[in-house]
């Protein structure tokens, strides 16, 4: 398996450097810029960082797994505060974060860790398109 890490700072601009980073990543490990999946993977890691860096105020850590059966994001803050699911109203700019990562990712999730957490989300590189996943598949909450 290999492993990957980016420390980012508390600083909203950072989700820009993690998503350029991510791509040169994913590049490496063999996934295309044009393949659905790393599309995916750039979005899910642009809303777990953003929601590190906005409703934490805390430096994070990004890590990407590569393995089988697919890939793995994590993101890890010092705050304690665990992640919130918001009802966002037709005209909010925000509260869909978690719902878009539970939309997309095959299992998603988060534990404590030290005095922070880490919120985790997983991509299996089945060549199967999300929207033919069956509503039975479960899904994974801590």
């Known amino acids: 398996m290999l492993q990957v890490q980016l420390e980012v700072g508390p600083d909203p601009a950072e989700v820009g450097r993690a998503r350029r980073w991510a791509r040169s990543r994913l590049a490496g490990s063999g996934i295309g810029d044009d393949e659905p999946l790393a599309e995916t993977l750039i979005l899910l890691i642009s809303e777990l960082v953003t929601n590190a860096?906005?409703?934490?105020?805390?430096?994070?850590?990004?890590?990407?797994?590569?393995?089988?059966?697919?890939?793995?994001?994590?993101?890890?803050?010092?705050?304690?505060?665990?992640?919130?699911?918001?009802?966002?109203?037709?005209?909010?700019?925000?509260?869909?974060?978690?719902?878009?990562?539970?939309?997309?990712?095959?299992?998603?999730?988060?534990?404590?860790?030290g005095a922070g957490k880490r919120i985790w989300c997983e991509i299996d590189r089945a060549d199967k398109p999300a929207d033919c996943r069956s509503a039975w598949e479960p899904r994974v909450y801590l």
């Not at 994070?60 to 890939?71: C, T, Y």
């Not at 005209?91 to 860790?113: H, M, P, S």
């Open 53 to 113: 860096v906005v409703h934490t105020g805390c430096p994070a850590v990004l890590r990407m797994l590569f393995g089988e059966p697919g890939v793995r994001v994590e993101v890890a803050d010092t705050s304690a505060r665990g992640p919130a699911r918001r009802q966002a109203a037709g005209d909010d700019t925000g509260g869909r974060g978690l719902e878009l990562v539970d939309g997309l990712a095959d299992r998603w999730g988060w534990q404590r860790e």
